[in-house]
């Protein structure tokens, strides 16, 4: 049976259980999506098995659509029953196809039969779509987090390369700004007037005033002597 089996093992089941309980050769489900084409297709028989039995002398190809199926197997198909499957939203959501070497008749206990799998199989196939939307909306949403965070990552190196090269621009503008200063004073004290030793005691004040030394000191070397002089 097929009460305890939900999923994608429901599909497998269903029509391997509707061929014995409707004794007829093969069951196939359909699955239609937007444009027509097949989103799934289970049968109780492969698809090359089929069309090998019905159609020995052409290669076997894939169904298409279910239009495509009642085609091909139009030939030597003597019970053909197929029957749509409604969605909550009355839209056609599969086909149950019945195949037989005789026909199928059609009873009260396979109209029951069908009925009541028709319905379980058209809640199986929504449920199914439903999940594959979910997932599909769950890697979209996924996709743009990555993408977002990617940007974000990259937005945050380019800033922090922005604030380095930022620091170093103000870090060399500083120092510009200091040797400039310790120029003009330097100058300013090589032009103003007194003794030597006014003139350097000036030029180390603004060593030690620009460049933030421990100690600034300015030797003097005595012609006569040869010795360093503060």
């Known amino acids: 049976g097929t009460a305890l089996v939900t999923g994608d093992r429901f599909f497998p089941a269903l029509v391997r259980y509707l061929a014995s309980a409707l004794e007829v050769r093969y069951v196939l489900l359909c699955e239609t999506g937007s444009e027509g084409e097949p989103d799934g297709f289970w049968s109780n028989s492969s698809w090359e098995s089929i069309l090998r039995h019905y ?19 139009t030939a030597g198909v003597e019970g053909y029953l197929r029957i ?11 086909y149950l196809c019945a195949i037989d070497d005789r026909p199928i008749l059609r009873t009260r206990g396979t109209g029951q039969i069908l009925s009541v799998f028709a319905a379980r199989t058209a809640a ?24 977002r965070t990617a940007e974000l990552s990259a937005t945050n190196r380019t800033l922090a390369t922005e604030i380095i090269e930022r620091q170093l621009a103000e870090t060399q503008l500083q120092e510009r700004s200091r040797y400039a200063a310790l120029s003009a004073d330097i100058g300013f004290a090589l ?22 030394p421990a100690l600034a ?5 005595d012609s006569e002597t040869r010795w360093l002089e503060l």
Request: hydrophobic share 35%; aromatic share 4%.
């Open 84 to 94: 749509p499957l409604f969605g909550t939203s009355q839209q056609v959501v599969g």
């Open 217 to 221: 000191r300015i030797w003097v070397l």
């Open 191 to 212: 032009t103003q007037g007194g003794s030597i030793g006014q003139i350097l005691q000036q030029c180390a004040d603004a060593l030690f005033q620009h460049l933030d």
């Open 55 to 73: 159609r020995p002398n052409e290669p076997p190809p894939l169904p298409n659509a279910v239009p495509e199926v009642e085609r091909l197997l």
């Open 124 to 147: 199986e196939l929504q449920r199914k779509r439903a999940e594959r939307s979910l997932r599909q909306a769950y890697d979209k949403l996924e996709l743009r987090v990555q993408e």
